[in-house]
């Protein structure tokens, strides 16, 4: 077991705040939202659901915008828009992968501060 004391532990404590903070900070729009959105595709209430998921749509979680945009406009029955969707979440999806990919080849040819964390 390794034990952190004084300044070690503080430190810790400072890094773990400095990681988490704007990993639940990109999170929060999201979460404040997302019971309405059931709740309106509960009363099958589609409109006011896309409504609500335009409100949070972020660049940092563009995946699931598109995803829960899909599945929204298919229970809605305009299945044409919900494919778009579908298909532009999964060519997003392709493209975050292959970057990443490509990243952790040259992180091994180079240098590891090419990863982003």
Known sequence: MIRVRGIGRALCAVGCTV???PVLASCT?????????????????????????ENINNS???LLYLYEKGLILH???TLEESNRA??????????LYTKSLSRE?????????????
């Open 60 to 62: 940092s979680s563009a």
């Open 19 to 21: 990681f988490l903070v």
């Open 75 to 77: 229970y809605q029955g």
């Open 105 to 117: 080849v040259a992180s091994l040819l180079t240098n590891e501060n090419i990863i982003k964390y």
């Open 29 to 53: 729009r999201h979460i404040l939202h997302s019971p309405y959105i059931k709740k309106s595709l509960a009363d099958k209430d589609y409109s006011a659901a896309l409504e609500r998921l």
């Open 86 to 95: 579908f298909h532009a979440a999964e060519d997003l999806y392709f493209d």
